[in-house]
């Protein structure tokens, strides 16, 4: 009943309805305010939602948003019993901490955008959107993307009709080779080159598939797309900084192998690779336990003078002695080990065993030179030069019987840091010998950059010289045969295998060689008979 027919009007003076109605003026202004506040404090609820489930640099979802949908999806497949799978594709963009240190953070940072960018386009180009019910690509660690898929139903219900049942089978069929189709063309677009800020960057890209099983948990899914993506050998991030390659044909066209070479690379996880995975873990762990309890070992392989056949140094090779799987090469663990931070203890280990044999060798009058690898990791640590005079002093050898190894790829990691210990390296007497020369894609680039003595033939070309051999990588050779002696730079040809090998690389006045047809690697003290003997086994 409205309010002046229970109070008699004659009660009520003037100046109390003109109150009354300044009283429902101001609660209307009140509750007026108060949804205005209340709108203000929703949108401020969803921006810092935003905020705390956006990844800021690519305006992609981050790991939180993403394993919250995994799970409402997952939640949601269960309830309904849906027949759709579900999948996760882990993309890794390997290189990144290189790209850093080459350009700086600010073009980092730009690639990873146009990265984002890139796999949406690939999404929308794909009509990811019609073809799936859901789907959501966030960015889930520095150099990590994800993208969570799940495919339209194929039945909401499970029959007993046996077409109907093949015909679910073969849905389910189309839409995994779809995933995967979609999976190669996302490694795809990663295949074509960044521009960014006049560089043109080429990245190495690997994937990672794994679909969801009854009762699995997106974590576990999740574990499974990254474990699939690390069966994946790991290569390394190309960079075509074509401003700084020479003229050279030879160059030109080993940037362009660069460009052309297939990257696209997927694993679908299986059960095998979870046990792999443990066992990779469990060996992480042994890796550890190596270096306290001693069991790593340093190996000796011949450098031999290709006119006489006399040994005239050796490369230092590590080789670790492990209890239970006997002696183990190092492209079983090094990688392990410089994934964990480990390289560069070992690199110090093997430069300190190495010192202590050339200084027992110099007791017998044996002077021979002996090459040490050094890692990328090693090469950027500011005191490197420091720990090799620590050596020097140490043990009274002469520093013209060291040689430093490294490889293109250890020297894209900082270049103006590694120009800098290898130059100091060189003043205190040490010489630097560039590995596996050729196989990277800016091979002359480097020789006009790094102070270098001695380059190193990578045994990719020399197993196919000589007799019916490939002209292209006999032609390779004698380029750089004839590039190295116009700049004074000694030469070795690395993996001589046969007789066929030595006597051509010997026509073509090749310095040094190495190889298992001289000798494989071998104890300090088998490699004091060679040197003893001054021979080895040449036909």
Known sequence: MPLQHLLPTASLPAGGTLAFGALGLGLAFCWAKICRLTVLLQRREQHINR?????????LDNRDRFFLEGERI????????SHAKVAVISLRVDGLKAIKNE??????????QQIARRLRACMAEQNIAQRLSESTLARVGEHEFALLIAPLSVSESVSEDADIQATEQSLRQSVEQFVEQFTERLLAGMHEPFLLQSHTVYVDAKAGLAWAT?????????LWANTAANTIESQSVWLDCLSRVGASSWADSSVKSAAEKPINRYAVFHTTMEAARISQQQLKQAIIKALDCQELRVRYQPIVALSTGKPEGFEALVRWQHPELGLLNPNTFLPLAEEMGLSVSIDRWVFQ?????L???????????VSVNLSGAHLSEPDVADYVQSLLERYPINPSQLTVEVTESTMVADQNRAISTLQRLQQMGLRVSLDDFGTGYCSLTYLSQFPVDMLKIDRSFICEVGADGSQTNEAIVDSVLSLADTLGIQVVAEGIECATQYHWLQQRKCMYGQGNFFAAAMTGQSAQLILNRQSVNVA
């Open 74 to 81: 997952l939640r949601q497949q269960a309830s309904t019993l």
């Open 353 to 357: 065993q190495v010192c202590h044999q």
């Open 51 to 59: 905020l705390l489930h956006c990844d800021r640099l690519t305006a």
């Open 103 to 112: 350009f700086g953070y600010p073009v980092a940072d730009e690639l990873l």
């Open 214 to 222: 009854p009762g699995s948990s997106f974590a576990q899914l999740l």
């Open 359 to 369: 200084w027992q060798w110099q007791t017998q009058d044996l002077y021979p030179t």
